[in-house]
Structure formats: structure tokens, C-alpha cells
């Protein structure tokens, strides 16, 4: 089974950037849908972003506009570039792989991501 392996987390200044990247060990061809999710500190897990094999994006309310995901799948890879980021962007972000045909789902370990003065 493919395995995820998220990168790029860190420390970062309100209104900076980052990207993060999610590697599969893999093909992630398979992965119908890719997306990224975070939880914060004492907060249930949230979704962030989605994304399908033909590139259709959709986005959570809050980061609507300010976050971007995209995929190669040439590369195995999936990111998520977050700009303008605020303290309320904070936490643990994961990628999610699904294959809905199959009904089949692979989680990454997980990223952190502190946004702080």
C-alpha cells in the first residue's frame, strides 16, 4: 500500500507563506481524491482542501482564496500553498489519499504548522 509522507511545516510570521508537500511512496494515480486537513490544539479535525484526478479543486470557507492545492502525479505529489497565513491557520496539517472505487483511504503522519508573531 502506498504510504504519504507530509513536509514543509514550520514556524511563520501572520501574513507569510508556505507550501507543504505530500510524497507518495508510490503512484498516487490511484487516489481519486486527494485532500488536506488540519487539527488545531483542543480542536476537532478540519477540512481544508480536496482535490480530483482531473485537477477540480474545492476549498473550507476559511481558506478560500488564500490557499491553493494541486497535484503531480508525475512526481507523486500533492501540495497545499498557503499565503496570507493567520494565527487561527495553526496546526497539524495531513494529507488524505482516497481511492473511492475501491474504497480504499491512506493518511500521512502529519505536518506542523505554527503561525505566531
Known amino acids: 500500500q502506498v504510504r504519504l509522507v507530509e513536509s514543509g511545516g514550520g514556524l511563520v510570521q501572520p501574513g507569510g507563506s508556505l507550501r507543504l508537500s505530500c510524497v507518495g511512496s508510490?503512484?498516487?494515480?490511484?487516489?481519486?481524491?486527494m485532500e488536506w486537513y488540519r487539527q488545531a490544539p483542543g480542536k476537532e479535525r478540519e477540512w481544508v482542501a480536496r482535490i480530483n484526478g482531473v485537477s477540480i479543486t474545492n476549498y473550507g470557507d476559511s481558506v478560500q482564496g488564500r490557499f491553493v492545492i494541486s497535484r503531480n502525479n508525475s512526481q507523486n505529489a500533492l501540495y497545499l500553498q498557503m499565503n496570507n497565513l493567520k494565527p487561527e491557520d495553526t496546526g497539524v496539517y495531513s494529507c488524505r489519499g482516497r481511492d473511492v472505487w475501491f474504497n480504499v483511504e491512506v493518511w500521512g503522519q502529519g505536518t506542523l504548522v505554527t503561525v505566531s508573531p
Open positions: 508510490g503512484s498516487i494515480i490511484p487516489f481519486n481524491v
